[in-house]
Structure formats: C-alpha cells, structure tokens
C-alpha cells in the first residue's frame, strides 16, 4: 500500500491548484475592464484589483488548508470576510503522485514559510503587456526556498490590440492548438515540471533585467558583462521563465528593488533545472519568517556559466549594494 503523501507534496498540490485559479482571476479583472489601480509608494509601485483578490484567494485557500503554516504576502491588506468563491480547496493529483524527497519527508506544517506574490509584474498588467505577468508562490524550509509554483496566466496570449481586453474562453486559441496560461512547479530534489527546458544560444551573452527599476547601477553592471543584447521586460517569474526557455543567459540587477516573494518560486525552478541565483555578491538568499523583505543587494541569476556574470559585476557595484 503505497504511503499517503507528505506535507510538502500536499502543499504543493494544493498551490498548483491555487495558482490555476489565481490565473483565472487575473484574466477576468482585465475582461471586466476595471483594474481599480492605486499607487503604493511611487508611480512604477502599483496594486491593481487583481493583486488584491489573487492574495485573498491564495492566502485563505492555503490557511484554511494547512493552518499552521506562515504566510507572507506582497500585499498588505485589512482582514476582511473572504468571498466563497475565492477560496480554492483543490489539488493536483499529478503531484501528489511524485515522491517527496527523503531529506524534506518528515518536514511538518509548523516548519514552512510561504511567500506570495498574488500578481509579479503589476506595472506591465496595467500597460496590456500581459505576458508579462505571473503568480508566485514560493514555499521555504529553514530558510531555504524548496519549491515553487509559478503561474502565467498570459502564457500563449499574442499581445495585440484586439485581444488585450478579452476574457479567453477555456478553449480559446493563442496559436496552433494553443491553451492560455500554463503553471510551472518544482521541488529540490525532484525536478521542474510544466515546460520545456532550453538553454540560450551557446556563446552568446544575453541578458534580461528591469522595465520599470532602471538605474546607473544596473547600467553600469549590465555594460561590464559585455552583453550581446538585454531585454527589458517585467516581474522576476518573467525573467527566470526566460533563463530556462533559453530567451537569456543571465538576469542581472543591481538594485535593491526585489523582494523575498518575487524571487522564493522562481529561484525554486531555477535551482531544480541546474541554474543559480543569488544576490550581487554571490551570496545566496534567506527565507526565513524573520529575515527582511527587501532582497538590497540585488539579483543575479543564470541557467548556465554564472561564474562568467559574477565575475563580471564591477567592486564599485558591489560596494554600493550591502546585503
């Protein structure tokens, strides 16, 4: 008889499903037609209706679930009485029919950090430039991010005039027998699911970085690494989903504008596949409950050759940005 499946296997089901329905209700904000945009701290920091039903959705369907658990969110939000049709109580069965990893077998709900980042790439969101946009939900253990859920609701969506404001229907096609959205996940020790692993074209220095956060610092380190082209585009699940596609080689920035909720899943499915990410200084990123929100020193991150981009960053970058 096979063994009932572990906490952390649970956890994930249920964020897989979670994330499904977090994509739904991004799409159907925008087919609505009112974002209900606010600006948190500054024109480029902004919080759209969906970022605040997304978090609800995700956070509740996940605390009711698994109560025990710690959960960070990007969003600060009053506590409120939660829509039923919010809450998502569903799960993979897929995962639930991997094995956990021996070394995260025994972890219990008490032990697990989970960040969330209800909508990464909100700017882009309200721009139209929906493929832009992902859920995150990033799941930690003593302070070690383990596995990862990411969602893109726009995945297949051709970013076009006539499509921007319409909800896709469940069979609604982006390309030849194209389904819209798609969700990623991963475990350590297990693998990364839910797409094609590629890597960027051999010998070239292809570097993805911000849209919206540019700055001397970023500049200066993004010129240093003798880059063939860089990408700007938004949200931190983007840009890894572009490491492991083979879009870029490296997502460099110098800046201390990330947070622990953009980078806990994507780093996940990063790290699954054989790829790195760290901060600026090479130092890898904390997730436990206490540690600050901010990651200051910065990202950098590669599917392949990371030692060619960290030894690239300049001192006068590094002095500049202290973990």
């Known amino acids: 008889m096979a063994s009932s499946p572990t906490v952390l296997m649970r956890l994930v089901a249920s964020a897989y499903s979670i994330a499904q329905k977090a994509g739904t209700i991004v799409r159907r904000v925008i087919a609505e037609g009112d974002l209900g945009i606010i600006e948190k701290t500054c024109a480029t920091d902004l919080q759209t209706k969906a970022d605040r039903l997304v978090q609800v959705s995700i956070c509740s369907s996940l605390a009711r679930k698994f109560p025990k658990l710690t959960i960070i969110g990007e969003e600060d939000l009053p506590p409120e009485d939660v829509d039923q ?14 094995p956990c990893p021996s070394q995260y077998s025994a972890i219990k709900e008490e032990d697990l950090v989970v960040w969330v980042d209800p909508l990464d790439g909100t700017k882009e969101y309200t721009e139209g430039l929906l493929d832009n946009v992902t859920v995150l939900i990033g799941i930690a253990y003593e302070g070690k ?85 860089v990408l700007r585009v938004g949200g931190a699940g983007n840009k890894i989903i572009q490491l492991i596609e083979g879009k870029a080689s490296a997502y460099v920035f110098a800046s201390p504008g990330c947070k622990k909720w953009d980078t806990c899943a994507p780093e996940v499915i990063l790290h699954a596949v054989g790829g790195k990410l760290t901060d600026i200084h090479g130092n890898a990123l904390q997730y436990n409950k206490e540690v600050k929100h901010m990651n200051s020193a910065g990202v950098l991150a590669t599917l392949r050759n990371y030692d060619y981009y960290a030894s690239r960053v300049p001192q006068s970058v590094k002095n500049a940005l202290v973990p």
């Open 145 to 229: 991010a383990i596995a990862g859920v990411i969602n893109q609701p726009y995945y297949n969506y051709q970013n076009n005039e006539n499509q921007k404001l319409r909800e896709p229907r469940n069979d609604a096609k982006a390309g030849p027998d194209a389904v819209l959205g798609r969700t990623i996940w991963g475990v350590l020790g297990l693998g990364a699911f839910g797409f094609q692993l590629k890597e960027a074209p051999a010998g070239k220095h292809i570097i993805t970085t911000t849209r919206s956060h540019n700055s001397q610092l970023v500049t200066d380190c993004i010129t240093a690494m003798n880059p063939d082209d």
């Open 85 to 98: 049709e919010l809450i998502e109580d569903g799960q993979w069965e897929e995962i639930l029919k991997q």
